[in-house]
Structures are given as structure tokens and as C-alpha cells.
């Protein structure tokens, strides 16, 4: 199964690099095929990067759906095909509205995050599920990584080699797929595709109705609001806090993926094996709240640098709090449950930029009675005491497992 691993995790890179390869090249290619200043290039940008995420939000909870009645094998395959030709589409594109489309069908194909995780919990003993989502974790960790260094290097061949590039990785793992994926859903725990639960609401009122779900599922959203606060304003508030060029900025996204990677990876077994899945969360949060309000407060640069990578400690939620639920769910409902939380993501990627980028704009314009570029950080952490507080008051000790012995 290992080499299926690997694939998973390669699919769920490719599709966490999916708005970041563009970032570097944005402004060039919407000027390129569209024309005006830098200024409506901007308004643009934030269009497509809205659409992708609102089709992640709207498609996590089909594609798990899909997963769950024909295969998470043909789910995966045929996402990579469609991406690979998406990207191919998006090199070749000559206005705006095919880019606008490409973006449409790249956040629908990238909302495969729910089949990949739902495969792990198929390979997984219940005990070991939040240990083996950490793999999903790091796999993301990686993709925020290459994604903008990845579009930055290539943009030197032109606006159009990081998609061509995209394409070749696509369609190389699922080449790759086609000969070491196996199907994991067993026949007997397929399930019949439900409109009606294969969508963001429909699938949340149907595991809200499970005992215990409804306040992890609430911990985890406000979770991944506060935690987008670093791609929705770092370049901002670094530029505007410390005049960080954007390669300081660059460096500082760079650490933080590589923390992300090893802290998924590597840390969140420790972590689940010395403090349990409770203890995880817990610690998760206090590391965020910790970081947050010092990087909103610190008035040095390279001191804030230096937590970029220690803010990262609290990626080891995530899969703790999706073990959990992946324990209340049926086997039959693995793919339902990634999906909603897939879309979980993608309105907090919606979402989050709104509030952050409104709270740094109040704090730092011209006559502002309080000045405090950090404020959306501290914005984040409120988020992240009020996920902590429901948490430790709504969630039972009997829902989580204990440190290993």
C-alpha cells in the first residue's frame, strides 16, 4: 500500500498547489490576455481565486459522495485527468473568461482532499486514522510550498510554463495511480449518491445529526478561519510591520510550509502517542493562541520570522479532530464526512480573507485611532479560544483516545 500512499499524498500536493502556482505570475497574465492597469489585474486575481475556492467549497462534499458509492480509485483517477487538461487549457488561454473557467473546473478537481483523506481512513485501524491524516497534512504542507516557489522559478520561461509544468505533474501521477492505486472501498460499504447529502448543507445537516459531531465540526471550521489569517494578509502586514521585501516574505511562506510538512508528518505521531488525541488539540490551540498574539504584538522582525515555523505546531488539529469524527462516521460515510470538511476549508478560504483583510485595512489606514497592523491576528486568536472553549466544554473525554501507555 505504500506506494499508494505516496500517490494520495502526491494528489493532495498537486491540489494544495493549485492557487499558489498562479500567485507569482497573476499579475502579468491577466494584463497579458485582458489588458488595463495593475489595479483591475487585482480585482480580477481576487475573482479567480474566490472562484476556485467556492468551487472546492460547493464540490468537497460530491466528489466524497461519488467516492462513496463507485471508488475512491475512480474518483481520484478521473480528477487527474480533468486537471491535467485544465491546466493545459489555462497555458493555452487567450482571455479572461477561459481563465475564469479553468479556474471553475481546477477547484472542482482539486476538491479531491475528501477522497484522499476518505481512503486513508479505508487503509486505517480506527486507533490510527487522526496518525495517518497527518500523511494528508504533510502532503499540503508540501504543496504550500512548491506552489508559489514552483510558479515563481518558472515564471522566469514565461506566464505560461508553471501551468504547463502543473499538467506534466498531473498527468504523471495519474499514470502513477493508474498502476499502484487499488481500490479501498469495500463493496459492502458502498453507498447509494444522494443528491440531497452531496452537497455542503445537506452533508452537514446529516452528520450534525450524529452525536457528538456538531461541536467538532465547529471547532475545526473556526479552526481553519483563524488559521487562514497567514495567507490572507502576511504579505501585507509583513510589508507594512517590518518593510519586508518579497523575498523576506517568500523565505518566511517558505518556512512555514516545511513546518507544516514536518509537523504533519512527523510531530502529530508524537503528539498523538504522548498526549492523545485530546491533549493534541488542546496543545494545538495554545500553540496557536500563543503565536498569534505574539506575532500581533512583537515588534521584531526576525523574532516574528522565527515563530512563522512555531505557529505551524498548531497543524497537528486537524487530523486529530478529523480522527475523531472519522470514528462517529459509518465506513460507508467517509467520503460524506471529508467532503463536508474539505468544504469546511474551502469557506474558510472564502471567508477568512474577507475578515482578515477588513480588520488590517481598519487598523492601518490613514487616521486610524489605533494603529496595529497585527490585528487580524489577534483577531485569529479569539477565533481560536472560542474553538479551544467549545472544545474542552462540549467535546466528552469517553469521544477521544487516550496517550499511549
Known amino acids: 500500500m505504500r506506494p499508494a500512499v505516496a500517490f494520495v499524498m502526491i494528489t493532495?500536493?498537486?491540489?494544495?498547489?493549485?492557487?499558489?502556482?498562479?500567485?507569482?505570475?497573476?499579475?502579468?497574465?491577466?494584463?497579458?490576455?485582458?489588458?488595463?492597469?495593475?489595479s483591475q489585474a487585482a480585482v480580477w486575481g481576487?475573482?479567480?481565486?474566490?472562484?476556485?475556492?467556492?468551487?472546492?467549497?460547493?464540490?468537497?462534499?460530491?466528489?466524497g459522495g461519488l467516492s462513496d458509492r463507485f471508488g475512491r480509485r475512480p474518483v481520484l483517477l478521473t480528477s487527474l485527468a480533468v486537471m491535467a487538461a485544465d491546466y493545459v487549457v489555462m497555458a493555452l488561454a487567450g482571455s479572461i473568461w477561459l481563465l475564469l473557467l479553468g479556474r471553475v473546473i481546477g477547484g472542482i478537481t482539486a476538491a479531491t482532499h475528501a477522497t484522499a483523506s476518505a481512503f486513508m481512513a479505508d487503509i486505517s485501524a480506527p486507533a490510527e486514522r487522526s496518525k495517518n491524516f497527518g500523511l494528508i497534512g504533510a502532503g499540503f504542507g508540501v504543496g504550500f510550498l512548491l506552489g508559489p516557489?514552483?510558479?515563481?522559478f518558472l515564471a522566469e520561461y514565461g506566464t505560461r510554463a508553471p501551468f504547463w509544468a502543473a499538467a506534466v505533474l498531473a498527468a504523471s501521477n495519474f499514470i502513477l495511480g493508474w498502476f499502484v492505486l487499488k481500490e479501498t472501498l469495500r463493496p459492502e460499504h458502498a453507498r447509494p449518491f444522494e443528491w440531497r447529502r452531496a452537497n455542503p448543507f445537506g452533508?452537514?445537516?446529516?452528520?450534525?445529526?450524529?452525536p457528538g459531531v456538531r461541536p467538532l465540526l465547529f471547532v475545526y471550521f473556526f479552526y481553519s478561519v483563524a488559521f487562514a489569517v497567514y495567507p490572507a494578509v502576511w504579505s501585507f502586514f509583513?510589508?507594512?510591520?517590518?518593510?519586508?521585501?518579497?523575498?523576506?516574505?517568500?523565505?518566511?511562506?517558505?518556512?512555514?510550509?516545511?513546518?507544516?510538512?514536518?509537523?504533519?508528518?512527523g510531530i502529530i505521531r508524537?503528539?498523538?502517542?504522548?498526549?492523545?488525541?485530546r491533549g493534541t488539540v488542546i496543545a494545538g490551540h495554545l500553540f496557536a493562541i500563543g503565536t498569534y498574539?505574539?506575532?500581533?504584538?512583537?515588534?521584531?522582525?526576525l523574532i516574528t520570522l522565527a515563530l512563522t515555523p512555531i505557529a505551524a505546531i498548531a497543524g497537528v488539529i486537524p487530523p486529530a479532530l478529523t480522527g475523531i469524527m472519522s470514528r462517529k462516521v459509518a465506513d460507508n460515510a467517509q467520503g460524506e464526512l471529508q467532503g463536508v470538511l474539505t468544504s469546511a476549508n474551502a469557506l474558510a478560504m472564502i471567508l477568512s480573507p474577507l475578515a482578515m483583510t477588513a480588520t488590517f485595512a481598519q487598523f492601518t489606514r490613514?487616521?486610524?485611532?489605533?494603529?496595529?497592523?497585527?490585528?487580524?491576528?489577534?483577531?485569529?486568536?479569539?477565533?481560536?479560544?472560542?474553538a479551544l472553549g467549545v472544545f474542552l466544554f462540549r467535546v466528552h473525554r469517553s469521544d477521544v483516545t487516550s496517550p499511549a501507555p
Not at 516557489?149 to 515563481?152: E, K, L, R
Request: glycine content about 16%; cysteine-free; overall charge negative.
Open 46 to 63: 481576487g475573482l479567480l481565486a474566490t472562484t476556485f475556492a467556492v468551487m472546492q467549497f460547493l464540490f468537497g462534499p460530491v466528489l
Open 270 to 277: 508524537w503528539a498523538l502517542n504522548r498526549l492523545g488525541e
Open 203 to 210: 452533508a452537514l445537516k446529516q452528520l450534525g445529526n450524529l
Open 293 to 301: 498574539i505574539g506575532i500581533a504584538l512583537i515588534p521584531s522582525g
Open 149 to 152: 516557489t514552483m510558479g515563481g
Open 366 to 386: 490613514d487616521g486610524t485611532p489605533f494603529y496595529l497592523p497585527g490585528a487580524p491576528f489577534l483577531l485569529a486568536a479569539a477565533l481560536m479560544v472560542l
Open 12 to 38: 493532495v500536493m498537486i491540489d494544495s498547489m493549485g492557487i499558489g502556482l498562479m500567485i507569482p505570475v497573476m499579475p502579468d497574465l491577466i494584463r497579458e490576455v485582458n489588458g488595463g492597469d495593475l
Open 238 to 265: 509583513g510589508q507594512e510591520r517590518f518593510g519586508w521585501q518579497p523575498s523576506v516574505i517568500g523565505l518566511s511562506l517558505a518556512l512555514f510550509g516545511v513546518a507544516m510538512a514536518v509537523v504533519q508528518g
